[in-house]
Protein backbone atom coordinates (compact mmCIF):
# COMPACT_ATOMS: atom_id res chain seq x y z
CA UNK A 1 0.00 0.00 0.00
CA UNK A 2 1.60 3.48 -1.03
CA UNK A 3 1.96 6.02 2.12
CA UNK A 4 -0.98 9.06 1.31
CA UNK A 5 -0.80 12.12 1.52
CA UNK A 6 -1.88 13.07 5.16
CA UNK A 7 -3.81 16.63 6.46
CA UNK A 8 -6.35 18.28 8.65
CA UNK A 9 -9.17 20.18 8.51
CA UNK A 10 -10.78 22.41 11.25
CA UNK A 11 -14.64 21.95 10.50
CA UNK A 12 -17.61 23.40 12.67
CA UNK A 13 -17.21 21.42 16.49
CA UNK A 14 -14.07 18.88 15.01
CA UNK A 15 -10.66 18.61 13.05
CA UNK A 16 -10.94 15.97 10.82
CA UNK A 17 -7.81 13.87 9.66
CA UNK A 18 -7.73 13.33 6.10
CA UNK A 19 -5.89 11.02 3.51
CA UNK A 20 -5.19 11.43 0.08
CA UNK A 21 -3.58 8.97 -2.92
CA UNK A 22 -3.31 8.79 -6.32
CA UNK A 23 -4.24 11.42 -9.49
CA UNK A 24 -7.45 12.18 -11.19
CA UNK A 25 -10.94 13.16 -10.40
CA UNK A 26 -12.06 12.97 -6.83
CA UNK A 27 -13.22 9.92 -5.42
CA UNK A 28 -14.03 10.68 -1.64
CA UNK A 29 -14.82 7.51 0.72
CA UNK A 30 -16.74 7.85 3.69
CA UNK A 31 -16.49 4.90 6.17
CA UNK A 32 -19.04 3.77 7.99
CA UNK A 33 -19.62 1.93 11.82
CA UNK A 34 -16.79 2.25 14.19
CA UNK A 35 -14.17 2.58 10.62
CA UNK A 36 -12.01 5.25 9.73
CA UNK A 37 -9.71 6.32 6.62
CA UNK A 38 -8.06 2.76 7.66
CA UNK A 39 -11.31 0.64 6.73
CA UNK A 40 -10.52 1.41 3.38
CA UNK A 41 -6.67 0.79 3.05
CA UNK A 42 -7.70 -2.60 1.24
CA UNK A 43 -9.25 -0.79 -1.90
CA UNK A 44 -7.45 2.53 -2.26
CA UNK A 45 -4.42 1.50 -4.04
CA UNK A 46 -6.26 -0.30 -7.17
CA UNK A 47 -8.74 3.00 -6.90
CA UNK A 48 -6.10 5.62 -6.69
CA UNK A 49 -4.76 4.30 -10.16
CA UNK A 50 -7.50 6.71 -11.46
CA UNK A 51 -8.57 8.52 -9.38
CA UNK A 52 -7.72 11.15 -6.54
CA UNK A 53 -8.66 9.28 -3.45
CA UNK A 54 -9.44 10.82 -0.12
CA UNK A 55 -10.30 8.68 2.78
CA UNK A 56 -11.19 10.53 6.27
CA UNK A 57 -11.96 9.48 9.96
CA UNK A 58 -15.60 10.62 10.88
CA UNK A 59 -15.89 13.43 13.87
CA UNK A 60 -15.55 11.84 17.10
CA UNK A 61 -13.26 8.80 15.38
CA UNK A 62 -9.91 7.84 15.60
CA UNK A 63 -7.72 10.93 14.90
CA UNK A 64 -10.99 13.32 13.86
CA UNK A 65 -11.11 14.94 17.25
CA UNK A 66 -14.30 16.64 18.98
CA UNK A 67 -13.76 20.06 20.53
CA UNK A 68 -17.16 19.35 22.89
CA UNK A 69 -16.28 15.07 23.47
CA UNK A 70 -19.88 14.93 24.42
CA UNK A 71 -21.64 17.26 21.96
CA UNK A 72 -24.30 15.46 19.95
CA UNK A 73 -24.33 14.88 16.67
CA UNK A 74 -25.82 15.19 13.23
CA UNK A 75 -26.33 13.55 10.14
CA UNK A 76 -26.65 17.17 8.44
CA UNK A 77 -23.20 18.02 10.50
CA UNK A 78 -21.71 15.03 9.09
CA UNK A 79 -22.38 15.86 5.36
CA UNK A 80 -21.37 19.16 5.89
CA UNK A 81 -17.46 17.52 6.76
CA UNK A 82 -17.77 15.57 3.53
CA UNK A 83 -18.89 19.29 1.51
CA UNK A 84 -15.91 20.64 3.34
CA UNK A 85 -13.26 18.11 2.42
CA UNK A 86 -14.75 17.94 -1.59
CA UNK A 87 -14.55 21.91 -1.07
CA UNK A 88 -10.68 21.61 -0.57
CA UNK A 89 -9.44 18.76 -2.53
CA UNK A 90 -11.85 19.39 -5.66
CA UNK A 91 -12.86 23.35 -5.50
CA UNK A 92 -13.49 23.52 -8.99
CA UNK A 93 -14.80 20.05 -10.19
CA UNK A 94 -17.86 17.73 -8.67
CA UNK A 95 -16.64 14.36 -6.85
CA UNK A 96 -17.30 11.45 -7.02
CA UNK A 97 -18.15 9.53 -3.38
CA UNK A 98 -18.79 6.21 -2.10
CA UNK A 99 -20.35 5.69 1.55
CA UNK A 100 -20.27 2.32 3.45
CA UNK A 101 -23.56 1.80 5.96
CA UNK A 102 -23.68 4.93 8.05
CA UNK A 103 -21.37 6.57 5.67
CA UNK A 104 -23.65 5.85 3.26
CA UNK A 105 -26.15 8.30 4.72
CA UNK A 106 -23.93 10.79 4.88
CA UNK A 107 -23.72 9.71 1.25
CA UNK A 108 -26.95 10.36 0.86
CA UNK A 109 -27.62 13.29 2.60
CA UNK A 110 -24.65 15.23 0.68
CA UNK A 111 -26.41 14.51 -2.45
CA UNK A 112 -29.52 16.19 -1.14
CA UNK A 113 -27.78 18.89 0.88
CA UNK A 114 -25.04 19.86 -2.39
CA UNK A 115 -26.20 18.24 -5.60
CA UNK A 116 -23.82 21.00 -7.52
CA UNK A 117 -20.64 18.91 -6.02
CA UNK A 118 -21.43 15.45 -6.22
CA UNK A 119 -20.73 14.27 -9.79
CA UNK A 120 -22.36 10.13 -8.78
CA UNK A 121 -22.86 8.86 -5.24
CA UNK A 122 -22.50 5.23 -4.53
CA UNK A 123 -24.58 4.52 -1.40
CA UNK A 124 -23.54 0.65 -0.23
CA UNK A 125 -26.68 -0.58 2.46
CA UNK A 126 -27.21 2.61 3.87
CA UNK A 127 -29.07 1.35 7.22
CA UNK A 128 -32.28 3.14 6.30
CA UNK A 129 -34.73 1.30 8.12
CA UNK A 130 -37.52 4.96 8.37
CA UNK A 131 -38.66 3.88 4.59
CA UNK A 132 -39.45 0.44 6.27
CA UNK A 133 -43.29 -0.69 6.80
CA UNK A 134 -42.11 -1.67 10.39
CA UNK A 135 -39.68 1.60 11.29
CA UNK A 136 -41.54 1.38 14.43
CA UNK A 137 -39.78 -1.58 15.80
CA UNK A 138 -36.59 -0.43 14.68
CA UNK A 139 -37.31 2.47 16.95
CA UNK A 140 -38.03 0.13 19.74
CA UNK A 141 -34.92 -1.52 19.03
CA UNK A 142 -33.00 1.77 19.31
CA UNK A 143 -34.65 2.42 22.25
CA UNK A 144 -33.36 -0.93 23.55
CA UNK A 145 -29.57 -0.50 22.56
CA UNK A 146 -30.02 2.74 24.43
CA UNK A 147 -31.19 1.65 27.48
CA UNK A 148 -29.05 -1.52 27.22
CA UNK A 149 -26.13 0.66 26.93
CA UNK A 150 -26.82 3.21 29.48
CA UNK A 151 -27.89 0.17 32.56
CA UNK A 152 -25.37 -2.57 31.59
CA UNK A 153 -22.84 -1.08 29.28
CA UNK A 154 -21.56 -1.28 25.54
CA UNK A 155 -20.64 -5.21 25.08
CA UNK A 156 -24.02 -6.01 26.27
CA UNK A 157 -25.50 -2.99 23.90
CA UNK A 158 -23.54 -4.39 20.90
CA UNK A 159 -24.89 -7.66 21.91
CA UNK A 160 -28.46 -6.28 21.08
CA UNK A 161 -27.43 -4.07 18.40
CA UNK A 162 -26.19 -6.67 16.19
CA UNK A 163 -28.52 -9.23 16.77
CA UNK A 164 -31.28 -6.54 15.75
CA UNK A 165 -28.98 -6.08 12.69
CA UNK A 166 -29.16 -9.56 11.87
CA UNK A 167 -32.96 -9.95 12.63
CA UNK A 168 -32.04 -13.37 15.15
CA UNK A 169 -31.83 -14.11 18.78
CA UNK A 170 -29.21 -11.95 20.85
CA UNK A 171 -28.21 -15.15 23.30
CA UNK A 172 -27.15 -17.78 20.64
CA UNK A 173 -23.74 -18.21 19.30
CA UNK A 174 -22.65 -16.77 16.40
CA UNK A 175 -20.25 -17.83 14.12
CA UNK A 176 -16.76 -16.14 13.63
CA UNK A 177 -16.19 -14.26 10.34
CA UNK A 178 -12.65 -14.52 9.39
CA UNK A 179 -11.13 -11.25 8.92
CA UNK A 180 -8.09 -10.37 6.09
CA UNK A 181 -4.46 -9.42 8.34
CA UNK A 182 -4.73 -5.94 8.16
CA UNK A 183 -8.50 -5.67 9.00
CA UNK A 184 -7.62 -8.12 11.89
CA UNK A 185 -4.84 -5.52 12.93
CA UNK A 186 -7.63 -2.78 13.10
CA UNK A 187 -9.84 -4.35 15.41
CA UNK A 188 -7.94 -2.64 18.12
CA UNK A 189 -8.67 0.66 17.00
CA UNK A 190 -11.85 -0.15 15.96
CA UNK A 191 -13.01 -1.31 19.68
CA UNK A 192 -11.81 2.19 20.78
CA UNK A 193 -14.41 4.19 18.33
CA UNK A 194 -17.16 1.64 20.04
CA UNK A 195 -18.25 4.09 22.90
CA UNK A 196 -18.92 6.81 20.84
CA UNK A 197 -20.75 4.81 17.91
CA UNK A 198 -23.31 2.97 19.86
CA UNK A 199 -23.95 6.46 22.12
CA UNK A 200 -23.89 8.82 19.67
CA UNK A 201 -23.86 7.82 15.83
CA UNK A 202 -26.81 5.03 16.29
CA UNK A 203 -29.10 7.02 17.60
CA UNK A 204 -29.51 9.73 15.60
CA UNK A 205 -28.32 7.89 12.17
CA UNK A 206 -30.46 4.64 12.46
CA UNK A 207 -33.73 7.32 13.00
CA UNK A 208 -32.55 9.45 10.32
CA UNK A 209 -35.27 9.54 7.55
CA UNK A 210 -33.99 10.36 3.97
CA UNK A 211 -35.55 13.03 2.14
CA UNK A 212 -37.29 10.72 -0.64
CA UNK A 213 -38.43 13.33 -3.26
CA UNK A 214 -35.51 15.26 -3.34
CA UNK A 215 -33.43 11.71 -3.86
CA UNK A 216 -35.43 10.95 -6.36
CA UNK A 217 -34.89 13.85 -8.44
CA UNK A 218 -31.34 13.36 -8.13
CA UNK A 219 -31.33 9.58 -8.74
CA UNK A 220 -29.78 9.50 -12.23
CA UNK A 221 -27.07 10.33 -10.38
CA UNK A 222 -26.98 8.07 -7.44
CA UNK A 223 -26.35 3.90 -6.95
CA UNK A 224 -27.65 1.51 -4.72
CA UNK A 225 -25.86 -1.27 -3.26
CA UNK A 226 -26.58 -4.17 -1.41
CA UNK A 227 -24.06 -7.11 0.02
CA UNK A 228 -24.78 -10.08 -2.26
CA UNK A 229 -24.65 -12.36 1.47
CA UNK A 230 -26.51 -10.00 3.66
CA UNK A 231 -30.38 -10.39 2.39
CA UNK A 232 -31.11 -11.68 6.15
CA UNK A 233 -29.31 -8.54 7.87
CA UNK A 234 -31.34 -5.10 8.31
CA UNK A 235 -28.91 -3.03 6.26
CA UNK A 236 -30.31 -4.89 3.16
CA UNK A 237 -34.08 -4.51 3.15
CA UNK A 238 -33.79 -0.84 4.11
CA UNK A 239 -31.41 -0.47 1.07
CA UNK A 240 -33.55 -2.21 -1.14
CA UNK A 241 -36.85 -0.72 0.41
CA UNK A 242 -35.14 2.68 -0.62
CA UNK A 243 -34.48 1.42 -4.05
CA UNK A 244 -37.91 0.80 -4.43
CA UNK A 245 -39.58 4.04 -2.79
CA UNK A 246 -37.30 5.98 -5.83
CA UNK A 247 -37.51 3.46 -8.58
CA UNK A 248 -34.28 2.72 -9.01
CA UNK A 249 -32.19 -0.82 -9.09
CA UNK A 250 -30.34 -2.14 -6.58
CA UNK A 251 -26.88 -3.59 -7.41
CA UNK A 252 -25.43 -6.64 -5.87
CA UNK A 253 -21.38 -6.19 -4.06
CA UNK A 254 -19.32 -9.27 -3.43
CA UNK A 255 -19.74 -10.16 -0.09
CA UNK A 256 -22.11 -9.12 3.11
CA UNK A 257 -22.67 -5.81 4.93
CA UNK A 258 -18.67 -5.50 5.33
CA UNK A 259 -17.72 -6.88 2.01
CA UNK A 260 -15.40 -3.45 1.19
CA UNK A 261 -13.22 -5.88 4.22
CA UNK A 262 -13.52 -9.56 3.45
CA UNK A 263 -13.80 -9.40 -0.28
CA UNK A 264 -11.55 -5.73 -1.11
CA UNK A 265 -10.29 -6.91 -4.44
CA UNK A 266 -13.62 -7.61 -6.02
CA UNK A 267 -15.64 -4.90 -3.93
CA UNK A 268 -13.19 -2.53 -5.65
CA UNK A 269 -13.66 -3.98 -8.83
CA UNK A 270 -17.11 -3.56 -8.55
CA UNK A 271 -16.97 0.15 -7.60
CA UNK A 272 -14.66 0.83 -10.10
CA UNK A 273 -17.69 -0.67 -12.59
CA UNK A 274 -19.83 1.74 -11.08
CA UNK A 275 -18.20 4.76 -11.07
CA UNK A 276 -17.43 4.16 -15.23
CA UNK A 277 -21.18 3.27 -15.70
Do not use: W
Not at 87 to 111: N, Q
Not at 136 to 147: G, P, V
Not at 193 to 199: D, M, Q, S, T
Amino acid sequence: MTDPTVGSLRVNGATLHYEVRGQGPLLLLIPGGTGGAASFEDIVDSLAAEYTVAAYDPRGMSRSTLDEPESEQTVAEHAEDAFRIIELLSPDEPARVFGASSGAIVALHLLTAHPERVARVVAHEPPVVEVLPDAADHRALLAHIQETFRAHGLMPAMTVFAAGLRGDDESAPKPEIELPPRAAARAAQTMANLPYFVARIVPCFMSYAPDLHRLKALSDRLTLAGGQDSRGELPYPATAGLAGHLGTDLLHFPGSHIGLTTHPTEFAESLRKVLHA
